[in-house]
């Protein structure tokens, strides 16, 4: 895990491209879905769905990878690509970070 949540050049590049507003919304969007995207997680690891937990762990790795945040990326990355976990730890560690990202980006957007 790096020390940073978030890449800030890769963000402020981001906002560059896209305008500030624009990734404002982006920002909130995922703060939005992310909670779903987690239950979605947990809800497949429990009905053993190792396409469906895939597929939730790719969007949250598109999510973070488009803001920079490098380690939360790469963890959702590994879950991905890894079939399903023996047990929620992942997912957990997986969350975590986010809180840590979203705190980020929040504070990002607010200049």
Do not use: W
């Not at 429990?46 to 963890?75: I, P, W």
């Amino acid at each position: 895990m790096t020390s940073t949540a978030i890449d800030l050049a890769v963000f402020a590049e981001l906002q560059a491209s896209a305008g500030e507003d624009f990734v404002a919304e982006l920002v909130d969007t995922f703060h939005d879905e992310a909670p779903q995207m987690f239950a979605e997680l947990r809800a497949a690891l429990q009905e053993g769905s190792a396409e469906r937990l895939r597929r939730a762990a790719h969007s949250l790795k598109s999510n973070a990878q488009t803001f920079g945040a490098t380690a939360l990326g790469a963890m959702a990355r590994e879950l991905e690509l890894g079939g399903l976990p023996p047990d929620a730890a992942p997912i957990d560690a997986l969350q975590t970070e986010y809180v840590r990202v979203a705190a980020a980006l929040k504070r990002a957007c607010n200049g």
